[in-house]
């Protein structure tokens, strides 16, 4: 069964920074294009940032510039570099790969947190 555990959230002030991990058992990960997504309540969770597995980067209009997505397979590990935030960033952020067939999708992590606040 794969499993994501999200760390690295907290809260940290506008125009702050934070680094999100993400590890993942039960699958290796090399072979995947992964992706971040978040969420805020009542709102639809978004994918936000994705990686291929070669390495191509694509990020949504409002955090490109300002994230970073990356990954370590050796350390079957993702990683998502969030610079310059601002409160509107403020969701449970969750990541997971990235499957032609939703429904292959593996179940969702717990998230982390990330509130950003003055």
């Known amino acids: 069964q794969v499993q994501f555990v999200e760390s690295g959230g907290g809260l940290v002030q506008p125009g702050g920074s934070l680094r999100l991990s993400c590890v993942v058992s039960?699958?290796?990960?090399?072979?995947?294009?992964m992706g971040w997504w978040r969420q805020t309540p009542g709102t639809r969770r978004e994918l936000i940032a994705q990686i291929t597995s070669n390495d191509s980067k694509n990020y949504a209009t409002f955090v490109k510039g300002r994230f970073t997505i990356s990954r370590d397979n050796a350390k079957n590990t993702m990683y998502l570099q969030m610079d310059n935030l601002n409160p509107e960033d403020t969701a449970v952020y969750y990541c997971n790969l990235i499957v032609p067939n939703i429904n292959d999708r593996p179940n969702w992590g717990q998230g982390i947190q990330v509130t950003v606040s003055s």
């Open positions: 039960g699958t290796d990960i090399s072979k995947y294009a």
